[in-house]
């Protein structure tokens, strides 16, 4: 059974930094395309950074790129999203997902995208 467990969120103020990790079981992440979206309170989701299942091809939205880092941790299975220089406008429920195939993973469109796992929140202040 796939699941996908999200963790490391919390509260920071401006400028912080946070580790997200998203533990992978069922399944290796390395055999699949993955990625970080994230809900705001009223908005819709957004996808923030994608990692193909080479783990080498990424790709970050116009908003954290430079700030946000995604990669695998194929010992410990798992999906990481590095976040520095976060603003209160990062502040959102962020989930990991996993791509319905390889062959679309771009772009970061919720449609090409399964959402398995409860989010992780995160709340910058400024």
């Known amino acids: 059974q796939v699941q996908l467990v999200e963790s490391g969120g919390g509260s920071v103020q401006a400028g912080g930094s946070l580790r997200l990790s998203c533990a992978a079981s069922?399944?290796?992440?390395?055999?699949?395309?993955m990625a970080w979206f994230r809900q705001a309170a009223g908005k819709e989701r957004e996808g923030v950074a994608g990692i193909h299942a080479d783990g080498i091809r990424t790709i970050y939205s116009d908003s954290v790129k430079g700030r946000f880092t995604i990669s695998q941790d194929n010992a410990k299975n798992t999906l990481s999203l590095q976040m520095t220089g976060l603003k209160p406008e990062d502040t959102a429920m962020y989930y990991c997902?996993?791509?319905?195939?390889?062959?679309?993973?771009?772009?970061?469109?919720?449609?090409?995208?399964?959402?398995r796992g409860q989010g992780t929140q995160v709340t910058v202040s400024s």
């Open positions: 069922g399944f290796t992440v390395s055999s699949r395309c």
């Open positions: 997902a996993i791509a319905t195939s390889c062959a679309w993973w771009l772009p970061l469109r919720l449609d090409r995208y399964n959402l």
